[in-house]
């Protein structure tokens, strides 16, 4: 064996060292990388925990505070006890609804929700359809409402423009609110 055969004998072991050692540098780093992802992911998710379980807390008690004052106005049904007695179960109901609440944590409603849309997606198909149209209507009609109070606010600023700005379109206004 040559010396040349020797060097370039070396040259690939030292190479093939560095390589190694690189590997596993980068190996390391992925490894740490990994590691405070992780601990990222669990953190936002105990914080969302969190958040969501504070939040059920207020919620669970606006429903109980609710149905104590639904229960409080049967006061005035004194003469009537078919509609004291239909307000008093819807009372006891929303009570029991605020104590499921507090009990339950959201992953359970999460699991929940989940259930009732694989064991009837027609039905949250169309909930959901019912709810995107109110949500257009609503919308397109404060839009209206908006464009409305701007023309008219527009207007009053202008002093002697009222008369002149509103022609046609604000009779278009009254008319589409008439019909609404």
């Given at each position: 064996?040559?010396?040349?055969?020797?060097?370039?004998?070396?040259?690939?072991?030292?190479?093939?060292?560095?390589?190694?050692?690189?590997?596993?540098?980068?190996?390391?780093?992925?490894?740490?990388?990994?590691e405070r992802?992780?601990?990222?992911?669990?953190?936002?998710?105990?914080?969302?925990?969190?958040?969501?379980?504070?939040r059920k807390?207020?919620?669970?008690?606006?429903?109980?505070?609710?149905?104590?004052?639904?229960?409080?106005?049967?006061?005035?049904?004194?003469?009537?006890?078919?509609?004291?007695?239909?307000?008093?179960?819807?009372?006891?109901?929303?009570?029991?609804?605020?104590?499921?609440?507090?009990?339950?944590?959201?992953?359970?409603?999460?699991?929940?929700?989940?259930?009732?849309?694989?064991?009837?997606?027609?039905?949250?198909?169309?909930?959901?359809?019912?709810?995107?149209?109110?949500?257009?209507?609503?919308?397109?009609?404060?839009?209206?409402?908006?464009?409305?109070?701007?023309?008219?606010?527009?207007?009053?600023?202008?002093?002697?423009?009222?008369?002149?700005?509103?022609?046609?379109?604000?009779?278009?206004?009254?008319?589409?609110?008439?019909?609404?």
């Amino acid at each position: 064996m040559g010396v040349g055969q020797q060097n370039t004998n070396r040259q690939q072991d030292n190479g093939t060292e560095e390589w190694d050692a690189l590997k596993g540098d980068v190996g390391d780093i992925a490894g740490a990388a990994v590691e405070r992802s992780r601990y990222f992911i669990d953190s936002a998710r105990e914080q969302a925990t969190d958040y969501v379980d504070r939040r059920k807390d207020d919620i669970a008690q606006s429903v109980a505070d609710f149905a104590t004052t639904l229960r409080e106005s049967t006061h005035s049904f004194d003469e009537r006890p078919n509609i004291r007695a239909v307000v008093d179960t819807a009372a006891e109901g929303l009570e029991q609804l605020a104590d499921s609440i507090r009990e339950r944590t959201f992953a359970d409603f999460f699991n929940e929700f989940e259930g009732v849309v694989r064991r009837r997606p027609a039905a949250v198909a169309a909930v959901s359809v019912a709810v995107g149209f109110l949500a257009a209507r609503f919308i397109k009609s404060t839009a209206e409402d908006l464009r409305y109070d701007s023309m008219n606010a527009g207007s009053t600023q202008g002093g002697q423009g009222r008369a002149r700005q509103q022609g046609p379109q604000g009779q278009q206004r009254s008319q589409s609110k008439a019909s609404a």
